[in-house]
Every structure is written in structure tokens, then in C-alpha cells.
């Protein structure tokens, strides 16, 4: 019973880093924590398109904020 719970363990990690492998080929940007949430959500039953819609919508609005930031940044630094 070990063996065989060790030997799915050793089966899901690699199918983790062979996810990870071609997130990383595809640039995603994802993390292996970001990575394993999504595929959980996925397994979970939730829509896999609308999840891709939600990340990229996320992504979008975090290049929004941190352009936001950037330019309070600059603008900071030449006392506007």
C-alpha cells in the first residue's frame, strides 16, 4: 500500500513538472503554485475557457496597476 501511494505521488509530481515544462514553453508566466490551483479548479469541474478568460483578464489588470505604480513612481521622484 505505501509503494503504491509513493509511486502516485512520484506520478502526479511528474505531471506537474511536465505541466509546468510546457506552461513555461507556451509563457504563461504561470507558477507551479499558480499552475496546480488552475488544475485543480479545472478538475473541480470549472470551465477551463472561462478560467483562461479570468487569468488573462487578471494579468491585464495587474500590468494596468503596476504601470499605475510605475508612473506614481516617477512622478514621486521628480516631486510632481
Known sequence: VMAEQDRTKAEAAETADVLFEMSNLLNT???K????????LIESGVNPEALAHVVKEL????AVLQQAQREAEAASAFGL
Request: glycine share 6%; proline share 0%; aromatic share 0%.
Open 33 to 40: 503554485q499558480t499552475l496546480a490551483i488552475l488544475v485543480e
Open 29 to 31: 508566466g504561470l507558477d
Open 59 to 62: 494579468k491585464r489588470e495587474a
